[in-house]
């Protein structure tokens, strides 16, 4: 799979950590940054691209870090057809994306390790949306809020 990570300086080691183990789990990853640590940078500047990189179909799924993982979930949610979520459980990595087809994953560099961090991404990523009529409902009025204009 085509698998986008990124990550500011609170996700920058464990970024590193996960992507070695998705290219040794023979995913493709395609690194957004940051690609060097830098203690001052913004989340946004990594996780915006790497959303906009899920919703034009660049990659198949997205890894987001920050120190919490909060963040990144904030910025990525803000670009239309991503759907992110902060995960730090198994259940909520498979049932984030069987039931609300979520894209990116995001996860804290401070909070989670990297083991456990691998097994929720390998869960995410081996996950399938289950087309269920009733997720798809939920996902259309999820859509028609993304298609909103909202008025200062």
């Known amino acids: 799979m085509r698998v986008g990570i990124a ?3 609170g996700g920058f ?12 789990s023979g995913h493709e990853v395609v690194d957004f940054g940051a690609h060097q ?3 001052g940078d913004d989340y946004p500047d990594f996780i915006i691209p790497l959303a906009r990189a899920i919703a ?7 890894v987001a870090l920050c120190g919490s993982g909060v963040g990144a979930s904030v910025a990525a949610n803000k670009v239309s057809g991503v759907r992110a979520g902060l995960i730090h459980d198994v259940f909520s990595a498979r049932q984030g994306v069987e039931d609300d087809d979520m894209n990116v994953i995001c996860l804290g560099g401070k909070v989670i390790g990297s083991a456990l961090a691998g097994e929720l991404i390998e ?5 399938h949306f289950s087309g269920a009529e009733r997720h ?8 028609a ?4 204009k909202v008025e200062p």
Not at 14 to 24: F, M, S, Y
Request: proline residues 2%.
């Open 145 to 148: 809020l993304e298609n909103q």
């Open 123 to 127: 869960t995410f990523l081996a996950a």
């Open 56 to 62: 034009s179909g660049e990659v198949e799924r997205g």
């Open 13 to 24: 080691t464990l970024k590193d950590e996960v992507a070695a183990a998705l290219r040794g």
């Open 7 to 9: 990550a500011d300086h």
């Open 37 to 39: 640590l830098t203690p």
């Open 136 to 143: 798809n409902r939920r996902l259309a009025k999820v859509q």
